[in-house]
């Protein structure tokens, strides 16, 4: 098969580079947030707060009431109250209010993408392109079913559950916050939702949305707080219902919490997912599909793809492009625009991150720095690389390292590959690389995986369900089946 030969190295021209291309589009940040509860921002209950830092320039950007058990009480109290009225709403009058928070989520888009980007390090051009509109899809999609509901289910008479608490990460904090809310909401449910501690700013944001659409007081409850207010939020009776992402260790708390009661609970965990390129696939295209899969959002995605199966044939030329795509890739300021690559979260991530990376080299992983652009000074920041020399039983092809952290392994035949892949206790994403239809359907039909990319990676839709198993969860969150853990479904 004929190959296109690599690109030629970038010429080393010093003192050229893009010109700086920041967002400029202003945002007003608040001194103090307290929680929104029954459509009033309030402080906690016994006054305490905590500062969230942009992880760019550690910088404090605001303080945040940190939620206790009375915090929490007097959320799940009003989405109590809120309950009777919102859940006999017909459909058609739900529909209405999702609709309105979408259409103000698109008008305030610029904002919101510049308020995540400070909060969360991520770059502009994912908050912008990817967060934002996605979050507004997601109200857009489930305003569609709000009235819809017994066509979903058909013989069926669709309920709401109750009051939901909604638990979310860090690393998409506002689309986390539009996937949990929007169906719950579009099934006449209630919610009290708590958002990561290190990025509470766009869902306070989303708060301040939802008094402008006039949203009734107590159908959403937001508490802001660390894993304290999460495990109290969890504990709670009233709530009826418990969705969860994050971590499979924490996960794994929340199901004993709610073992013996006839709670509900959906968790969306951890990932290691592998990305396997056949040798006839089209390399370039791979290539950026590999970038996309790891290095996107700084590897600050659950379904991430951090393990790497190239075919034996294949793997020192497709080494080599990945080398040279590595080097042209731009890590710095999230709000330029021509930034690939942010900054991590926050420190305690950084810290975990690099723990891995003396792991991997301890193990006898050979570690790839392609990447050699000066660092800003401040800030929580990590090039993008890949390990070599990695055994199937090492740390980095298991654990989750949640970083832009690619562990690189081959495989021989097919079968190598499914047992390479499904060599993991998670079951989240997985992706193919190859221009034969029928090798991919084969192939994908073995993948313990919740979602199978082919030819592609990351892409994501409201309609199109999402979740895991194995650890990494259970339940869906998007389409159909995401209706179905907010409905009790009468005969
Ligand atoms: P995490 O530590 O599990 O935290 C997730 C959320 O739970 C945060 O709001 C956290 O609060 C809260 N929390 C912490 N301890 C708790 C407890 N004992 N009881 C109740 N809530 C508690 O996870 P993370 O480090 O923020 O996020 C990274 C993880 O999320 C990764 O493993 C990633 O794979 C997973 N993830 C999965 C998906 C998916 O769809 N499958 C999507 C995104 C992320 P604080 O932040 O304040 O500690
Ligand atoms: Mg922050």
Redesign the pocket.
């Known amino acids: 098969m004929s190959r296109t030969k690599s690109p030629p190295e970038p010429a080393a021209a010093p003192g050229w580079d893009y010109a700086p291309a920041p967002e400029t589009a202003p945002v007003e940040i608040a001194s103090r947030y307290g929680h929104f509860i029954a459509g009033e921002f309030v402080p906690a209950a016994d006054g305490a707060e905590f500062a969230t830092i942009n992880p760019a320039t550690e910088e404090e950007l605001s303080r945040v009431a940190r939620g206790g058990a009375e915090d929490v009480e007097r959320a799940v109290a009003a989405a109590r109250r809120a309950l009777p009225r919102w859940s006999r709403l017909p459909g058609r009058e739900r529909a209405k209010y999702l609709f309105r928070i979408a259409r103000r989520l698109q008008e305030r888009a610029r904002e919101l993408a510049v308020l995540e980007t400070l909060d969360g390090g991520k770059p502009i051009r994912e908050s912008r392109d990817v967060d934002v509109p996605e979050a507004a899809r997601h109200f857009f999609y489930h305003a569609g079913w709000a009235d819809k509901l017994e066509f979903a289910f058909p013989g069926r008479r669709p309920k709401p559950v109750g009051v939901c608490g909604q ?6 904090p506002l689309l ?1 916050a539009a996937w949990k809310l929007a169906p719950a909401l579009a099934c006449g449910n209630t919610v009290v939702l ?5 990025t509470p700013l766009t869902a306070l944001r989303l708060a301040e949305i939802l008094q402008e659409c006039e949203l009734p007081p107590g159908v959403v409850n937001i508490v802001t ?3 304290e ?3 109290a ?2 504990a709670h009776r009233g709530v009826r219902k418990i969705a ?8 794994k ?2 199901a004993a919490a709610v073992a013996g009661s006839r709670r509900r609970l959906t968790l ?4 290691k997912s592998a990305n396997i390129v056949c040798e006839d696939a089209s390399l370039d295209q791979a290539v950026e599909g590999v970038i996309d899969a790891i290095f996107f959002n700084q590897g600050h ?3 991430a793809g951090s393990r790497l199966l190239v075919q034996e044939s294949i793997l020192e030329e497709f080494l080599e492009k990945l080398d040279w795509r590595l080097r042209s890739l731009r890590v710095g300021d999230p709000l330029d625009k021509n930034t690939d690559v942010g900054a991590i979260n926050s420190r305690a991530q950084l810290d975990r991150i690099r723990t891995y990376l003396r792991i991997g080299l301890e193990e006898g992983g050979r570690l790839h720095e392609c990447h050699d652009q000066p660092l800003p000074a401040k800030g929580f920041w990590c090039r993008p690389c890949y390990f070599t020399n990695v055994q199937p039983a090492d740390t980095l092809a298991r654990e ?1 390292v ?1 970083g832009p952290v690619l562990a690189v392994m081959s495989f021989r035949t097919p079968e190598e590959a499914i047992a390479r892949a499904n060599n993991t206790p998670y079951g ?1 994403a997985a992706g193919i690389w190859s221009d034969k239809g029928s090798r991919i359907f084969a192939l994908a039909a073995r993948l313990q995986a919740g979602v199978v990319w082919c030819n592609t990676y990351n892409r994501f839709d409201a309609s199109s369900p ?3 198993y194995k650890e ?2 259970f339940g869906r ?1 998007g389409g159909r089946q995401g209706l179905r853990p907010y409905l009790e479904l009468e005969r």
Do not use: Q, Y
């Open positions: 638990i979310i990460p860090w690393n998409f986390m708590k958002p990561a501690e290190t707080g660390d894993g207010t999460g495990a939020l969890a969860f992402t994050g971590s499979t260790e924490v996960g708390k929340l969306e965990l951890g990932g995605v659950c379904c989750e949640f989240l999402f979740g895991g990494s969860g969150e």
